[in-house]
């Protein structure tokens, strides 16, 4: 099992990066906010879960051990493999897995590619009483269902999990303390923050 890796970025592209260890590069699979925060030429120290396969070896990296940790965990669930995993990942950061899994949100789940109903279902039966869900956030999430519309309609739009997630906050804590934004209007904000982070 290797549990990070520690080197020079050598290369990047969309999907990898190939890490420079000892004078070995070791090509790391990663999500695209993974990918966002890497640099050419500079260290990098990933948390790592290596998949074995009789034809294959595959390291995935991650930012944290939070992220590595709910990677393997995810594939305990039935007909979730690395790569459903880690597209779960790509779109959702894991406190969003854990409070989905946790109040059945399956619409939440199946806007991950490969991730229909029935495999919604099937990861919050199997996966609720080890996912470490407190009582806490699914009653945080349910009293704001705002949140929930907005998310979607910014993933709709192909905006990826974590920006959407980010943009969500930023206007949640601009709120006036038990105010509940209209949808299209809370909608609105977030993708004005968007615009505005990206200049």
């Known amino acids: 099992m290797i549990a990070h890796v520690r080197g020079e970025v050598a290369t990047l592209t969309l999907t990898s990066a190939v ?3 000892g004078g070995v590069g070791l090509q790391v699979l990663c999500t695209p906010s993974t990918i966002a925060g890497l640099r050419l030429g500079t260290e990098v120290q990933l948390s790592t879960s290596m998949v074995v396969r009789e ?3 595959t390291v995935f990296g991650f930012a944290d051990t939070d992220e590595r940790d709910m990677f393997e965990l995810l594939q305990t669930a039935s007909g979730v493999g690395p790569k459903v995993a880690q597209a779960m990942l790509a779109v959702l950061d894991p406190d969003r897995i854990r409070a989905a899994v946790g109040q059945s ?5 199946t806007n991950v590619p490969g991730i229909g109903r029935k495999g919604a279902e ?5 996966l609720r009483d080890r996912i470490g869900v407190t009582t806490t956030v699914a009653a945080g999430a349910a009293a704001q269902p705002w949140r929930d519309q ?3 309609a910014m993933l709709g739009l192909g905006i990826p999990g974590r ?4 943009a ?3 206007v949640a804590v601009a709120l006036a303390p038990g105010e509940t934004p209209d949808t299209s ?4 904000d977030a993708l004005r923050t968007l615009s505005k982070a990206s200049r």
């Not at 099937?122 to 199997?126: H, L, M, S, V």
């Not at 920006?163 to 980010?166: M, N, Q, S, V």
């Open 19 to 21: 890490i420079d260890v």
């Open 168 to 170: 969500v906050e930023t």
């Open 150 to 152: 907005v998310l979607e």
């Open 55 to 57: 034809d294959s070896l």
């Open 185 to 188: 209007t809370a909608l609105r």
């Open 163 to 166: 920006d959407a997630d980010k």
């Open 122 to 126: 099937r990861i919050c039966i199997e």
């Open 105 to 109: 949100d399956f619409s939440t789940l």
